[in-house]
DNA sequence: CGGGGATTTGATAAAGGTCAAACTGAGTGG
DNA sequence: CCACTCAGTTTGACCTTTATCAAATCCCCG
């Protein structure tokens, strides 16, 4: 984090997506308590939020860009473990300390940070705000358990229609056919857990059969949505 | 569940795994407010503790025995997105309705189900409550992280190894080289996205190598855990 | 002692990983 | 302003791995 943090801290900016579209209550609270101890952090394309082996010092919240949560073997290979977007928290999967990192994906991203201790002492006296806490650590293994389903798909054209879906449906642009997509092909491939190759094949195959078309490398519109649902076999019909 | 309730609780028997033993704070308080809460439950194997698109009533705790969660898909084709086994939290992912189910893989499977419901104005009324609530859910999230890096692995045999790693350290016979594996050869191809065959074939395979040795289908010996762990390429060294 | 699902083994073919090379596009310096 | 650079992306050829189909074997349970 090289840029200056805003220690004073904006809570509508913050608060803007604290209940993404997909929580079934809608609370119209207009600042949690836990904003209160929000501290923003800008990071660069690349850039660690948290590294891994790092001690839990906080709970994460994405605020806008996105960033991708990831682990590094020895030999050099990377998996991906999950990528954050606006509104997801992160960061309560560590006990003793931090098994992956967290980087940054998009220059200029924003997290909310919450110190752990002052959180778990405002929940325990704030019923709402550990009512929040476990929402957002139960969206987060809501989340985990689609993409458990997702990763049992076992073709590339499984795969790549689910992960299409996925990011239409976390995607910021709910209204239109158009996604963009933040993470480079390296970063698909490792998150879905397939070769680079296969991952751009598979995107030209769809775009050749016209299921997608792309607007950029990174802009891909959905042309045929029930294509990709019908590709992913009705496993991801309901979630 | 065709066996009669126990509507009586039994404390002791409900607690007794309350702290998986890779939980950092170990808290002596004997019983939990939670814990009187619990309905016990006794279930068949292969019989459902919840069915998909069921409401959600409860959250539940998996005290002996083992269960599988699960998706099915429209073509038949079977996701298993989690294993439970004692201590094991379960249930909290969904919101609207049940996404999966869950069923029983070992006969007189015993299941703690909490209403949710009633748990929710506990966990707003007692602090410690809410915070052994937040730690479950926490415990599943990782859970998850370490299942999505074991599904990243590429090759069967990194696959399967990371897999027979994974249920040694979840067993209850921690001292000993031995695990019971509770679930069936096609329950485990379902859980790493592979074909029964190749699962049988890959088993076979470290058979061969004295990687494991067998005393009966179900259960494995793990007679070089080192091997094992350098097949899964050290991602999953520090889990 | 069968009966039938579960498991293992075998043969084959398709899918995807790997290596290699060409292409693209955004940023850099002449 | 344009050539250059380099990482990211795409395409091609080849070959390993694993899914698939088929059949034999095991073993739990009545």
Not at 14 to 21: G, R
Not at 205 to 215: D, G, K, P, S, V
Request: aromatic share 8%.
């Amino acid at each position: 984090m090289n840029l200056t943090e805003a220690k004073t801290f904006n809570p509508a900016m913050a608060v803007m997506s604290f209940s993404p579209p997909d929580s079934t209550a809608c609370r119209d609270r207009p600042l949690a308590a836990l904003e209160r101890l929000a501290i923003l952090g800008r990071y660069d394309t690349g850039e660690p939020v948290y590294r891994c082996n790092d001690s839990i010092e906080h709970w994460y919240r994405l605020v806008s860009g996105a960033a991708r949560l990831a682990a590094v073997s020895g030999d050099g290979r990377r998996r991906i473990v999950d990528f954050e977007f606006p509104g997801d928290f992160f960061g309560f999967g560590d006990f003793c300390s931090r098994q992956f990192c967290v980087e940054a994906m998009v220059a200029g991203t924003l997290v909310a940070r919450y110190p752990r201790s002052s959180a778990e002492r405002l929940a325990d006296a704030d019923p709402q705000t550990a009512r929040n806490i476990r929402k957002a650590a139960f969206q987060s293994i809501a989340r985990m358990q689609r993409r458990m389903v997702m990763l049992g798909q076992t073709s590339a054209l499984e795969k790549v229609s689910a992960f299409l879906l996925e990011m239409s449906d976390r995607s910021q642009h709910c209204a239109s056919s158009a996604v963009f997509l933040p993470m480079s092909r390296y970063d698909i491939a490792d998150y879905l857990a397939m070769a680079v190759e296969t991952v751009s094949r598979t995107l030209t195959e769809l775009r050749i059969r016209q299921t997608i078309a792309f607007r950029g490398v990174r802009h891909v519109c959905i042309c045929n949505r029930n294509a990709l649902k019908t590709l992913t076999s009705g496993l991801t019909d309901r979630l």
